[in-house]
C-alpha cells in the first residue's frame, strides 16, 4: 500500500454491534445515503467487521476483481452454516471454478429453452386463477409462485401443484436468516435450521427419485466437465437447497414489479402488447427463439432490474492484501462488498437514475455502458462470482411480459406503490392491487 493512502471515509457506529442494525433495517437506504455523502468508496462497521462498500463501475470493477477481494470466509458464520459453508458463493479459487463450471450448464439456451413450458404451466395456472376472484393483491400468490418455479425448477415438483409444505419450511429458513443466530427449538434461527433440514431431506428424496426432464434438476444431474467431473448427490443437494434461497425472492419481486409496470405506464403496456402481438401466438408458451425477438419487453425488463430495489449489495468477500483505490488504503483481512443499488441509481450512469423510463436499456444503450455499470445480479468476470441465474431472469421476464400482454389484461386502480421498508427485495406497498381478464 502506498504511504500516504488513507482509509475510506465512513462512520463506524456504536461499540459491538457497530452499525448492523441499520444495515439490516434497510441496506438499500443505507448504502445509498451513504454513497452520496461519502462518494463511492466508504466504509463501515458491521459486528466486529470493517466492511468497505464499492459503489460504481470503477469501485465495483475493483471489488470483483478475483486478485483483490476472496469470498472465503467472507459472509457472516451463521449465513453460511444456515444455506452450507460449502455452497457455491462461499467456495473461491479453483473449488469455486470447478463447481461454478458444471453449475453454468443449467443455464444454457437449450437449458432454458426447455425449463419454458413448466414455467408457463406454473404462471398460467395462477393467472387463470385471479381471473376469477376481481380485483385483489397478488403479492402473496406472487411469492408462491417464485417458490414454485423454484421448487419445480430444483426438484422437479409438479407444476400443476403448489407444494405449500415446501414454501412453509422455505419461510422459516428465510426468517432465520435475518434472525439472532441462536440455535434453541423456540427462536427464528433454531426453526430456520429445522426447516431447512426437512427441506433437505425432501430435495434428496427428489434427486434420488426424478429424472427431472425440463427443469434444472434434470440438466444438472446429467452435468459433466471437461475430464468427466459431475456432481455429487451431496454436491447436488447443497447447491439446489441454496438455489431455492437465490431464486425465490428475486424471481418473486421480479414479476411484482412487471405487474406494476404493466399497471403504472398503460402507454408502455400497449407498446408491448403490439410487439407481442406480432411476434408470438396467442394462447402458446414463447420458445427462447420468440423471446429473443421481443426487444422492448427485454429493454422494460433491464429497467425493473436497475429502478426497483431487489438485490442491495453483493455477498462479502475479504480483501486478499493490502489494496490501494483512488487513494484509499484497504487493509488485507477488512471485509468488502459491491453496493448493487447505488451502483444501479448512480446518476453519472444513469440520467436521473430515479425514473422509470421503459426504453432507457435498450440493446445498444446496454453496450455502450461502461463494464460493471448495470449490476442488478452483480458482475466481474464470467467465472467469478456473478448470478449465474442472470441469463434466465433475464428470459423469464421478457417471456412473461409477451405472454401475459398477448393473452391477458390488466386493470390497476390508483395505489401506493413504493417499496415496502427494508429486508431483501421490499415488494409494492400496495401488494399489487390488480383485476386479471382474458383479452
Ligand atoms: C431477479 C432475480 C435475481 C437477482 C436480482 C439476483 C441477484 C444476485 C446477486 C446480487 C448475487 C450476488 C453476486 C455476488 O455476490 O457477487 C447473486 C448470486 C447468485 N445467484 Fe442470483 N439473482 C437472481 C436470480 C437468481 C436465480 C433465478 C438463480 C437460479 C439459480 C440465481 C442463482 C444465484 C447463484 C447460484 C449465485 C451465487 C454465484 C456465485 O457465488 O458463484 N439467482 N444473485
Given at each position: 500500500m502506498g504511504g500516504m493512502s488513507q482509509p475510506p471515509p465512513g462512520s463506524t457506529g456504536a461499540p459491538f454491534v457497530g452499525e448492523a442494525l441499520k444495515f439490516l433495517k434497510d441496506p438499500f437506504t443505507f448504502t445509498l445515503s451513504r454513497t452520496k455523502q461519502h462518494g463511492n468508496i466508504w466504509k463501515t462497521k458491521i459486528l466486529s467487521d470493517t466492511v468497505v462498500f464499492f459503489a460504481g463501475p470503477k469501485a465495483f470493477s475493483f471489488f470483483m476483481d478475483p486478485d483483490n477481494f476472496t469470498r472465503q470466509n467472507g459472509s457472516p458464520k451463521f449465513l453460511q452454516e444456515l444455506l452450507h459453508p460449502d455452497a457455491v458463493p462461499f467456495l473461491d479459487g479453483d473449488r469455486h471454478k470447478a463447481r461454478r463450471r458444471l453449475l453454468l450448464t443449467a443455464f444454457t439456451d437449450p437449458a432454458l429453452d426447455s425449463y419454458l413450458p413448466n414455467t408457463f404451466a406454473i404462471l398460467k395456472r395462477f393467472v387463470d386463477k385471479w381471473i376469477g376472484e376481481g380485483e385483489k393483491p397478488i403479492a402473496g400468490d406472487l411469492s408462491q409462485v417464485g417458490f414454485d418455479i423454484a421448487d419445480m425448477l430444483f426438484a422437479a415438483s409438479d407444476p400443476a401443484t403448489s407444494n405449500l409444505q415446501g414454501a412453509g419450511d422455505f419461510a422459516l429458513m428465510n426468517k432465520g436468516t435475518f434472525a439472532p443466530p441462536v440455535n434453541l427449538p423456540f427462536t427464528a434461527y433454531g426453526k430456520a435450521i429445522r426447516a431447512r433440514d426437512r427441506l433437505r431431506t425432501y430435495i434428496k428424496a427428489q434427486v434420488a427419485s426424478k429424472d427431472g426432464a425440463g427443469t434444472a434438476l434434470g440438466v444438472l444431474k446429467q452435468a459433466r466437465g471437461p475430464k468427466g467431473e459431475q456432481l455429487s448427490s451431496e454436491e447436488l443437494e447443497i447447491e439446489l437447497l441454496h438455489f431455492y434461497f437465490a431464486a425465490q425472492g428475486g424471481l418473486t419481486a421480479a414479476l411484482a414489479w412487471a405487474f406494476t409496470v404493466l399497471g403504472e405506464h398503460p402507454e408502455l403496456a400497449a407498446r408491448l402488447r403490439a410487439e407481442a402481438d406480432a411476434k408470438l401466438a396467442a394462447d402458446a408458451v414463447p420458445n427462447l427463439q420468440q423471446v429473443r425477438s421481443l426487444d422492448?419487453?427485454?429493454?422494460?425488463?433491464?429497467?425493473?432490474?436497475?429502478?426497483?430495489?431487489?438485490?442491495?449489495?453483493?455477498?462479502?468477500?475479504?480483501?486478499?492484501?493490502?489494496?490501494?483505490?483512488?487513494?484509499?488504503?484497504?487493509?488485507?483481512?477488512?471485509?468488502?462488498?459491491?453496493?448493487?443499488?447505488?451502483?444501479?441509481?448512480?446518476?453519472?450512469?444513469?440520467?436521473?437514475?430515479?425514473?422509470?423510463?421503459?426504453?432507457?436499456?435498450?440493446?445498444?444503450?446496454?453496450?455502450?455502458?461502461?463494464?460493471?455499470?448495470?449490476?442488478?445480479?452483480?458482475?466481474?468476470?464470467?467465472?467469478?462470482?456473478?448470478?449465474?441465474?442472470?441469463?434466465?431472469?433475464?428470459?423469464?421476464?421478457?417471456?412473461?411480459?409477451?405472454?401475459?400482454?398477448?393473452?391477458?389484461?390488466?386493470?390497476?386502480?390508483?395505489?401506493?406503490?413504493?417499496?415496502?421498508?427494508?429486508?431483501?427485495g421490499p415488494l409494492p406497498r400496495s401488494g399489487v392491487r390488480v383485476t386479471i381478464t382474458k383479452r
Open positions: 422492448q419487453a427485454r429493454a422494460v425488463s433491464r429497467e425493473i432490474l436497475r429502478s426497483y430495489p431487489i438485490a442491495p449489495t453483493t455477498f462479502i468477500g475479504v480483501a486478499k492484501k493490502d489494496l490501494e483505490i483512488d487513494g484509499y488504503g484497504i487493509r488485507a483481512g477488512w471485509k468488502g462488498a459491491g453496493a448493487i443499488w447505488a451502483t444501479l441509481q448512480d446518476g453519472s450512469t444513469f440520467t436521473d437514475p430515479t425514473v422509470f423510463k421503459g426504453d432507457r436499456l435498450g440493446d445498444e444503450a446496454v453496450k455502450a455502458l461502461p463494464n460493471n455499470a448495470f449490476v442488478p445480479q452483480g458482475g466481474g468476470p464470467p467465472d467469478g462470482h456473478r448470478c449465474p441465474g442472470e441469463a434466465l431472469i433475464q428470459l423469464v421476464m421478457p417471456a412473461f411480459f409477451g405472454w401475459f400482454t398477448r393473452n391477458y389484461g390488466l386493470t390497476y386502480a390508483a395505489q401506493d406503490a413504493s417499496p415496502g421498508g427494508g429486508g431483501l
